[in-house]
Nanobody, 121 residues
Framework: VQLQASGGGLVQAGRSLRLSCAASGSIVRIRTMDWYRQAPGKKRALVASITSGGSTDYADSVKGRFIISRDNAKNTVYLQMNSLKPEDTAVYYC????????????????WGKGTQVTVSS
C-alpha cells in the first residue's frame, strides 16, 4: 500500500490550499483517513480525521478553517485549508488505516511522504 500526498506549496496568509492523498495497492477497505502535520522543532500532531462513514474530527487550532473529506471510490482523502495562518506552516502527512485482505478486520496504518505547506505573513 502506498499513499501519495500532493498540493502543498507557498501561500500568503489568508489564502487557501487543498491537499490530496491517494492510496494505492492491495486495498480491501480503508477505515480512517487522517492528516497530521509537523512543524520545525515540534512533534507530529493530528490535524483532522475522517472515518469511512464520513464522521470528522479536527484539532482545535484548525476548526472552522480546515475541511477534511474523502472519495471512497478513488481511495483519496482531501484537506481544504482556508484562512491559512503562518502557524499552519508545517510538513503535512496523510495516514490511512487500511485492510489488505477480507480477514484483516482492523487493518494497519500506512503513512504517506509529507508535503510542505509554507504560509507567509
Amino acid at each position: 500500500v502506498q499513499l501519495q500526498a500532493s498540493g502543498g506549496g507557498l501561500v500568503q496568509a489568508g489564502r487557501s490550499l487543498r491537499l490530496s492523498c491517494a492510496a494505492s495497492g492491495s486495498i480491501v477497505r480503508i477505515r480512517t483517513m487522517d492528516w497530521y502535520r509537523q512543524a520545525p522543532g515540534k512533534k507530529r500532531a493530528l490535524v483532522a480525521s475522517i472515518t469511512s462513514g464520513g464522521s470528522t474530527d479536527y484539532a482545535d487550532s484548525v476548526k472552522g478553517r480546515f475541511i477534511i473529506s474523502r472519495d471512497n471510490a478513488k481511495n483519496t482523502v482531501y484537506l481544504q485549508m482556508n484562512s491559512l495562518k503562518p502557524e499552519d506552516t508545517a510538513v503535512y502527512y496523510c495516514k490511512s488505516r487500511v485492510a489488505i485482505s477480507p480477514s484483516d478486520y482492523y487493518g494497519s496504518d500506512y503513512w504517506g511522504k509529507g508535503t510542505q505547506v509554507t504560509v507567509s505573513s
